[in-house]
T-cell receptor
Framework: QQQVKQSPQSLIVQKGGISIINCAYENTAFDYFPWYQQFPGKGPALLIA?????SEKKEGRFTISFNKSAKQFSLHIMDSQPGDSATYFCAASSIFNKFYFGSGTKLNVKP | DVKVTQSSRYLVKRTGEKVFLECVQDMDHENMFWYRQDPGLGLRLIYF???????EKGDIPEGYSVSREKKERFSLILESASTNQTSMYLC?????????????FGPGTRLTVT
C-alpha cells in the first residue's frame, strides 16, 4: 500500500509561472512532511518541510500548503526559474520512524 | 555541514557477483538508511540502522543485507547480484535526537548488473 501519493509525474512550466506539486498521505500519525529537490547526478536535498501544527510555510519562492483534514500537502514554486528544473519528492514521517516518499515529479521550467 | 559519501558513483557488475556499497557519514548520526531509486517509484527503503550492529528491514529487503560495524559506516551487500537490482542506490543519515527529523543523502551509486 502506497503511503504517500504524489502528482503529477511530470510538469512543464514557463519561466515566471507557478509550479504546483501535490501529495496525499494515509497515516494520521505522520507529523513531518518534507519536500526534497534532486538534480541529475545528485542525491536528494531537503528543500522545505512542515509540521502539521501550521497550514502554510514559506521560504523564499517555495511554499508548502498543508491540509490536515484532507491529508494533503502541496509545494508551490512561485516565479519558477530554469534553475528550478529538477525532480521533487514529497515525503512523510513520524519521529523515530521511517520516511515514506512519493514517486517524484520531474519539473521542467522552460526559458 | 553534514557530509554523506558513497564509495562509488557508478558500478557495473555481472549477474551472480557479490556487491558491496559503502556509505560514510561524518556527523555522528545514529540512524543510517539505504534506499533504491527507480523511475516512477520514488525512493524505497531497503534497510536502516539506528545504532551500531543494529539493523531493521525496510520495505524491500529481499536480495540485500547490511552491515554496520562502526557508527559512521553503513554497508549494503548484494549477495548475488541480479539484473533486477540495476538501480540508483542512495544512502542517508539522520540524527537520533527527538527534535531531529532531517535526513541527509549521499550522491548515490548507479549500479548496473549485466
Amino acid at each position: 500500500q502506497q503511503q504517500v501519493k504524489q502528482s503529477p509525474q511530470s510538469l512543464i512550466v514557463q519561466k515566471g509561472g507557478i509550479s504546483i506539486i501535490n501529495c496525499a498521505y494515509e497515516n494520521t500519525a505522520f507529523d513531518y512532511f518534507p519536500w526534497y529537490q534532486q538534480f541529475p547526478g545528485k542525491g536528494p536535498a531537503l528543500l522545505i518541510a512542515i509540521r502539521p501544527d501550521v497550514s502554510e510555510k514559506k521560504e523564499g519562492r517555495f511554499t508548502i500548503s498543508f491540509n490536515k483534514s484532507a491529508k494533503q500537502f502541496s509545494l508551490h514554486i512561485m516565479d519558477s526559474q530554469p534553475g528550478d528544473s529538477a525532480t521533487y519528492f514529497c515525503a512523510a514521517s513520524s519521529i523515530f520512524n521511517k520516511f515514506y516518499f512519493g514517486s517524484g515529479t520531474k519539473l521542467n521550467v522552460k526559458p | 555541514d553534514v557530509k554523506v559519501t558513497q564509495s562509488s558513483r557508478y558500478l557495473v557488475k555481472r549477474t551472480g557477483e557479490k556487491v558491496f556499497l559503502e556509505c560514510v557519514q561524518d556527523m555522528d548520526h545514529e540512524n543510517m538508511f539505504w534506499y533504491r531509486q527507480d523511475p516512477g517509484l520514488g525512493l524505497r527503503l531497503i534497510y536502516f540502522s539506528y545504532d551500531v550492529k543494529m539493523k531493521e528491514k525496510g520495505d524491500i529487503p529481499e536480495g540485500y543485507s547490511v552491515s554496520r560495524e562502526k557508527k559512521e559506516r553503513f554497508s549494503l551487500i548484494l549477495e548475488s547480484a541480479s539484473t533486477n537490482q540495476t538501480s540508483m542506490y542512495l544512502c542517508a543519515s539522520k540524527a537520533g535526537t527527538a527534535s531531529s527529523y532531517e535526513q541527509y543523502f549521499g550522491p548515490g551509486t548507479r549500479l548496473t548488473v549485466t
